[in-house]
C-alpha cells in the first residue's frame, strides 16, 4: 500500500510560478505522474517520473513550463510550474502505481496507476 498526500497547491496570477509536493508513505513505486482536472473535463495526465531511472514524460501542453523531480531519499516528487496560464487551473492529483501487477498503458495514461491522492487546487487568474 501506498498513501499520496499533495501539497503547494494556491492561486496565482498568470505568468506565475507554483511548486507542488506529493509525499508517498513509502518507497513501494515505481511511477509517480502528475494528473490534473478541471471542471467538465476529464482528467488528463500532465507528468510522469520513473523512479528508478528518472525518466520523465510531459504532456505537450505543459512542455517547457513543467518540471517534475524526485526526491527517493524522501519518497517525494515534484511538480514545478512555471509561466502559469489560467487554463492550468484544475485539481491537481498525485498518482503511483507499484509491481501489483496493474496493466501499465503508458505514463500519462490514468489506468496505469493504482494509487491517487486527494488533490491540491491551482488557480490561475488573468
Known amino acids: 500500500q501506498v498513501q499520496l498526500v499533495e501539497s503547494g497547491g494556491g492561486s496565482v496570477q498568470a505568468g506565475g510560478s507554483l511548486r507542488l509536493s506529493c509525499s508517498a508513505s513509502?518507497?513501494?513505486?515505481?511511477?509517480v505522474a502528475w494528473f490534473r482536472q478541471a471542471p467538465g473535463k476529464e482528467r488528463e495526465g500532465v507528468a510522469a517520473i520513473y523512479r528508478a531511472s528518472s525518466d520523465k514524460d510531459y504532456a505537450d501542453s505543459v512542455k517547457g513550463r513543467f518540471t517534475i523531480s524526485q526526491d527517493n531519499a524522501k519518497n517525494t516528487v515534484y511538480l514545478q510550474m512555471d509561466s502559469l496560464k489560467p487554463e492550468d487551473t484544475a485539481m491537481y492529483y498525485c498518482?503511483?502505481?507499484?509491481?501489483?501487477?496493474?496493466?501499465?498503458?503508458?505514463?500519462?495514461?490514468?489506468?496505469?496507476?493504482?494509487?491517487w491522492g486527494q488533490g491540491t487546487q491551482v488557480t490561475v487568474s488573468s
Open positions: 498518482a503511483a502505481r507499484d509491481r501489483s501487477g496493474v496493466l501499465y498503458r503508458g505514463p500519462l495514461q490514468r489506468d496505469s496507476y493504482n494509487y
Open positions: 513509502s518507497y513501494m513505486y515505481t511511477r
